[in-house]
């Protein structure tokens, strides 16, 4: 196992269920979908994709993955007959349901889906995957695989061929691999010494304390589609990503609202740069720290500049175990993240709709997500959003509103400082 997967097993040990890492996303369908082209779609996919397969065993008290899970029952649930105005409180638990039911690690699949009938041309698709078989790229992934399988299945026609099936197992092992070597050169004590203040803890205003639940709402950022493209454009300009100019602005935002030295964000990162990992489903994952230093001024600009630098040099140390830099740091005392409560993530997972012959598949947004960090700034890939992440009994929900209504205010700021091209 990776380090990341063996974090993500501990803590589920911890706190089964509700310790944070339940990957949920909600598919809606629209028409003539033929069911059971599907369900045998999804176990093409599990033939494909070698995580689908994963299971955690635990020997002499350390984790193994074993790659012989049996496939999970497929939940199918008609609501046509369920009077409409009844309808959406009925899929809505459902849902929760489906998302929070525990897995056991040793004996079950570490996924589950459930497909309900709406109507004859509407359905929901709800896919739970566990974090130690998969990310945020995965979706991707699984969605090309398992629609490509589904139009040959329900057209009658050659499934598409199967690549190498035992891939995601060889990544694992030279991943680990890899890890250990970093960690053995000192690596995560390079990271460690940027880090010396560490753990970091942003007090914001509205921030309560630690919460019993960790069930997160989001606060969309109120940045209308053009200041999107504007934005966008002001970060070209200044040869960054959209991803590490939010990330300086958030960082700056941080300094400014919490009055520290400095801000400290927890992002995951997609280690995907072996050759065919891109194709992979799994937990491909590391978390880096990224350190953005306080600015005198609120230059648009050098925001954006500070977000480049501080992730590219966060990306440095991809190699190095996020666990291990908080080994280095000494003893830390905290129930979640040992390094800081704040995060930031690039979400990539698909947001725009895929037609598959007659039929139309919608990703849903976001939900029943637990978060591990008190705060989360999460930035779409693929079209124009980004969202803070919280979790609900943790906050003065008026605060996040706050606080997103001033990042939008920054990335306004940055919009204008470019003319247009």
């Known amino acids: 196992m990776t380090a990341t997967q063996q974090g993500i097993w501990l803590a589920e040990q911890l706190s089964p269920g509700v310790s944070g890492y339940h990957d949920t996303a909600v598919l809606r369908i629209d028409g003539p979908l033929d069911a059971e082209a599907l369900r045998l779609a999804f176990g093409d996919a599990r033939a494909v994709h070698e995580a689908m397969r994963c299971r955690v065993i635990e020997v002499d008290g350390e984790p193994q993955q074993s790659f012989d899970?049996?496939?999970?029952?497929?939940?199918?649930?008609?609501?046509?007959?369920?009077?409409?105005?009844?309808?959406a409180a009925r899929i809505e638990r459902l849902t929760a349901l489906t998302a929070t039911e525990p897995f056991d690690l040793?004996?079950?699949?570490?996924?589950?889906?459930?497909?309900?009938?709406?109507?004859?041309?509407?359905?929901?698709?709800?896919?739970?995957?566990?974090?130690?078989?998969?990310?945020?790229w995965s979706h991707g992934v699984l969605l090309q695989t398992v629609l490509s399988h589904y139009a040959a299945r329900a057209q009658h026609t050659t499934l598409p061929p199967t690549a190498d099936t035992t891939a995601y197992r060889r990544w694992l092992l030279a991943r680990a691999a890899g890890e250990q070597a970093s960690v053995d050169s000192g690596r995560a004590r390079e990271v460690a010494a940027l880090l010396s203040e560490a753990p970091y803890r942003a007090a914001l205003p509205g921030l309560k304390g630690p919460a019993n639940d960790r069930l997160a709402a989001a606060v969309k950022l109120p940045v209308p589609d053009a200041t999107w493209t504007s934005f966008d454009r002001a970060c070209r300009r200044a040869g960054t990503t959209r991803y590490m100019g939010l990330t300086g602005l958030f960082g700056h935002l941080l300094s400014q609202t919490s009055r520290?030295?400095?801000?400290?964000?927890?992002?995951?990162?997609?280690?995907?740069?072996?050759?065919?990992?891109?194709?992979?489903?799994?937990?491909?994952?590391?978390?880096?720290?990224?350190?953005?230093?306080?600015?005198?001024?609120?230059?648009?600009?050098?925001?954006?500049?500070?977000?480049?630098?501080?992730?590219?040099?966060?990306?440095?140390?991809?190699?190095?175990?996020?666990?291990?830099?908080?080994?280095?740091?000494?003893?830390?005392?905290?129930?979640?993240?040992?390094?800081?409560?704040i995060?930031?993530?690039?979400?990539?997972?698909?947001?725009?709709?895929?037609?598959?012959?007659?039929?139309?598949?919608?990703?849903?947004?976001?939900?029943?997500?637990?978060?591990?960090?008190?705060?989360?700034?999460?930035?779409?890939?693929?079209?124009?959003?980004?969202?803070?992440?919280?979790?609900?009994?943790?906050?003065?929900?008026?605060?996040?509103?706050?606080?997103?209504?001033?990042?939008?205010?920054?990335?306004?700021?940055?919009?204008?400082?470019?003319?247009?091209?």
Not at 70 to 77: F, I, L
């Open 69 to 87: 899970a049996p496939a999970p029952e497929w939940a199918y649930t008609n609501l046509g007959p369920v009077a409409a105005q009844t309808r």
């Open 260 to 341: 520290s030295g400095r801000a400290v964000l927890a992002s995951p990162v997609a280690i995907r740069d072996a050759p065919g990992s891109a194709h992979l489903m799994g937990c491909l994952i590391n978390v880096v720290p990224i350190v953005l230093a306080p600015l005198p001024t609120a230059d648009p600009a050098a925001a954006l500049a500070a977000g480049r630098e501080a992730v590219l040099t966060a990306l440095r140390y991809t190699d190095v175990p996020y666990r291990d830099v908080a080994r280095a740091l000494g003893p830390l005392t905290t129930s979640n993240d040992p390094v800081t409560n």
């Open 106 to 136: 040793e004996s079950d699949p570490l996924w589950r889906a459930r497909l309900i009938r709406v109507g004859s041309d509407e359905h929901m698709l709800i896919l739970v995957f566990h974090h130690l078989i998969s990310d945020g």
């Open 343 to 421: 995060g930031v993530e690039e979400f990539n997972a698909p947001q725009e709709p895929v037609r598959v012959g007659d039929v139309v598949v919608r990703p849903m947004p976001r939900g029943h997500v637990r978060l591990r960090h008190d705060l989360a700034l999460s930035v779409a890939r693929g079209g124009a959003s980004a969202q803070l992440l919280h979790p609900v009994q943790a906050w003065d929900v008026n605060e996040v509103q706050s606080l997103a209504q001033n990042l939008a205010e920054l990335i306004s700021k940055a919009a204008a400082s470019v003319t247009p091209e």
